[in-house]
């Protein structure tokens, strides 16, 4: 039996991250500690410094992307999801630092050696159908100057498959029931969830990932031009990577 991708799985980000309640509860996991170091750590591994040009793929509401216009870096913050940006533009606003923000899909990225650095964080890969995945990892490589580095950290396919199929947990204060499924076949996880919203109404949201294994990723970076060093890690901290890592980072260099 053939196994296919329906094309609303592939769409399901956009609602997903688009929902009232997405920033207020995803807040209660992202806490600001947690930003600080991970904005440090990516610094790092970018190597960051003031006037370095940094492009935040898939940088939602502006969590790393204003922490880093703030260190000096020049950045661009690029979202499909328009009222993240929203959240973002105001955040950058508040923070007192310029962004340039751009509201359009990956596969739209079609910037020329303009970039030292890019960076999709926090899991957001893999959302979109596999082939423009491919197109979006050659796009940033098309975007990147000699010796540009960029970072990916996403989720680990190999600790996710160990997780439970159903659980529940508290987001924010709100009890929220989670179901999820793997198809083998095409690597895709996907998370309905369900909770009650402020008002007493009964919630259901879900979204859909590609998820990609090391040996994958590290094969399609090559093959879209990284042809300078490629480490993988299992987090921004730079600790070694298993099968049961928190998370799977690559950093990959433009030789
Ligand atoms: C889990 S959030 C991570 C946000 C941010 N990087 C962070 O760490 O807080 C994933 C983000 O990627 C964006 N995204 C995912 N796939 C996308 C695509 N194909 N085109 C544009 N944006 C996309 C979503 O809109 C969302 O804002």
Request: aromatic share 8%; proline share 2%; hydrophobic share 40%.
């Amino acid at each position: 039996m053939t196994t296919t991708v329906q094309t609303d799985e592939q769409d399901l980000w956009r609602g997903f991250f688009a929902d009232e309640d997405y920033v207020r509860m995803v807040g209660s996991i992202l806490t600001s500690d947690r930003t600080t170091a991970e904005v440090d750590a990516l610094g790092d591994l970018l190597g960051v410094r003031p006037g370095t040009r940094v492009l935040d793929l898939g940088c939602g509401q502006g969590r790393i992307a204003v922490p880093l216009a703030r260190t000096g870096a020049v950045v661009t913050g690029w979202d499909g999801c328009e009222p993240l940006l929203d959240v973002a533009t105001a955040a950058a606003r508040g923070a007192g630092v310029e962004v340039e923000w751009v509201h359009a899909d990956f596969v739209e990225l079609a910037r020329e050696a303009e970039f030292d650095a890019v960076c999709n964080v926090g899991t957001a890969f893999g959302y979109a159908a596999e082939p423009d995945d491919l197109a979006t990892l050659a796009a940033v490589r098309r975007a990147l100057r000699p010796g540009g580095v960029f970072v990916i950290d996403t989720e680990n396919r190999e600790r996710m498959l160990t997780s439970a199929r159903r659980t529940w947990f508290e987001r924010a204060g709100d009890l929220v029931c989670c179901a999820r499924t793997f198809d083998a076949v095409t690597s895709r996880w996907t998370e309905s969830l369900r909770w009650t919203a402020s008002d007493g109404s009964a919630r259901e949201r879900s979204y859909s990932l590609r998820l990609y294994g090391a040996t994958e990723l590290v094969n399609l970076l090559r093959q879209v031009g990284f042809h300078g060093s490629i480490t993988v890690s299992g987090g921004l901290d730079g600790s070694a990577y298993d099968v049961g890592s928190p998370r799977l980072v690559v950093r990959a260099s433009v030789s």
